[in-house]
C-alpha cells in the first residue's frame, strides 16, 4: 500500500511566523503535490513537484514555497504565515503515467 | 471559472438505497475521471475511475457512468452503507501537460442513514 505522511496532524503558528510542512511518501513517486482545502472551496493546489529540485506553481501559489530536495519528500514553505493561511493542507503522490494520486492525511495549520 | 462542479453540497439517503452523486465539467478537453472520498480529518482516498473512451466503470457496490456528449458524470453507490457517509470529490485530468494535474469539485457530503 502506498504511504503518504505528514510530519504534523495539527498545528498552531503566529502570524509571520515562517512554517514548514513536511511530507514523506514511500512508494517512490515521482510526482508529489500539494493543496489546500478549504470549506465551499474543496481542494486547491498550492503547487507540485513532477522530479527532485523540479517545482511548478499550481493554482494557488502566492504566499508559498516548496522544496524537493530527495524524491520521497516534498515540503511547503509559508514563508511570513498569515491568517488567510489558516486551512487543511493535503500532500499527495502519484507514480508517473498514472492518475491516481495517495493522499496522507492532512496538516490542519492555524494560523492566530 | 469552475471547470468542475458539483453542484449537490449534500445529499442524504437510507441505508440499502442507492446514492448517486454527480459532476459536471466545462473543459472538453478533460479524459480521465476520478471520484475521491474524504472522512473528517482524514486525507481523501480514491474510489474509482473512468477513461473517456468508456462510459462506464464498475467496481463492487461502486459504479462511475459517464456522458460525455452532456459533460456530466455520476458515482452511484448500491446499496448504501452508513460508512459511506463521507464527502465526495470528483476529479478531472486533461492530456500532455495537463496530465499532472488534477482539477476538483468542491465536494458533495453523503449522509447514508441507518
Known amino acids: 500500500d502506498v504511504k503518504v505522511t505528514q510530519s504534523s496532524r495539527y498545528l498552531v503558528k503566529r502570524t509571520g511566523e515562517k512554517v514548514f510542512l513536511e511530507c514523506v511518501q514511500d512508494?517512490?513517486?515521482?510526482?508529489m503535490f500539494w493543496y489546500r482545502q478549504d470549506p465551499g472551496l474543496g481542494l486547491r493546489l498550492i503547487y507540485f513537484s513532477y522530479d527532485v529540485k523540479m517545482k511548478e506553481k499550481g493554482d494557488i501559489p502566492e504566499g508559498y514555497s516548496v522544496s524537493r530536495e530527495k524524491k520521497e519528500r516534498f515540503s511547503l514553505i509559508l514563508e511570513s504565515a498569515s491568517t488567510n493561511q489558516t486551512s487543511m493542507y493535503l500532500c499527495?503522490?502519484?507514480?508517473?503515467?498514472?492518475?491516481?494520486?495517495?493522499f496522507g492525511p492532512g496538516t490542519r495549520l492555524t494560523v492566530t | 471559472d469552475q471547470q468542475v462542479k458539483q453542484n449537490s453540497p449534500s445529499l442524504s439517503v437510507q441505508e440499502g438505497r442507492i446514492s448517486i452523486l454527480n459532476c459536471d465539467y466545462t473543459?472538453?478537453?478533460?479524459?480521465?475521471f476520478l471520484w475521491y472520498k474524504k472522512y473528517p480529518a482524514e486525507g481523501p482516498t480514491f474510489l474509482i475511475s473512468?477513461?473517456?473512451?468508456?462510459d462506464k466503470n464498475e467496481d463492487g457496490r461502486f459504479t462511475v457512468f459517464l456522458n460525455k456528449s452532456a459533460k456530466h458524470l455520476s458515482l452511484h453507490i448500491v446499496p448504501s452503507q452508513p460508512g459511506d457517509s463521507a464527502v465526495y470529490f470528483c476529479a478531472a485530468s486533461a492530456p500532455g501537460a495537463g496530465s499532472y494535474q488534477l482539477t476538483f469539485g468542491k465536494g458533495t457530503k453523503l449522509s447514508v442513514i441507518p
Open positions: 499527495a503522490s502519484r507514480s508517473q503515467g498514472r492518475y491516481e494520486q495517495y
Open positions: 473543459n472538453s478537453m478533460f479524459d480521465y
Open positions: 473512468i477513461s473517456s473512451i468508456k
Open positions: 512508494m517512490d513517486h515521482e510526482n
